[in-house]
């Protein structure tokens, strides 16, 4: 469809990219086939993010994708970067930051549903395997 996987599409100089944001959010990643995955936002600014999806999953650097933040509407967004588990997604028009994060600050909470709970235990399979990594490291040196 596009690029290979590790292939980068984003040529902006670092002058050129909007004020990233350090954040932790989790949004959903939406393909045009229906399907979709979680992403664990790093950071985030009004023209794109970065992020991290579990697991193997087959996304390609140019696909058109829609992110969806929970209890808001979908972003139309592009990957351009997808390497390993990290993700680099532009969003097709620029978004409002602060709005989000207030937006999202005031949204109805739903610790116990079965979704956050799949959240919450991927995010800490997540930490357990980048502690196995780095004891890994720190072993072989």
Known sequence: MGRKIGEVADTATPAERAQRNATL??????RNDGSSVNIRISNISETGLKGECPGLVDL???????????????LSAQ???YENSEIGIRFLRPIDVDRLIK?????VPIEHSPRSEA???W??????????????????V
Do not use: M, P, Y
């Open 25 to 30: 959010l989790i949004a959903c990643c939406e």
């Open 60 to 74: 390609e650097v140019d696909e058109l994708v829609k992110v969806r933040f929970r209890n808001l509407a979908s």
């Open 79 to 81: 990957i351009v970067r």
């Open 103 to 107: 937006l999202r600050a005031t949204a």
């Open 119 to 121: 959240v919450r235990d």
């Open 123 to 140: 995010i800490g399979q997540n930490e357990r395997s980048r502690q196995g990594k780095k004891a890994d490291v720190a072993r072989s």
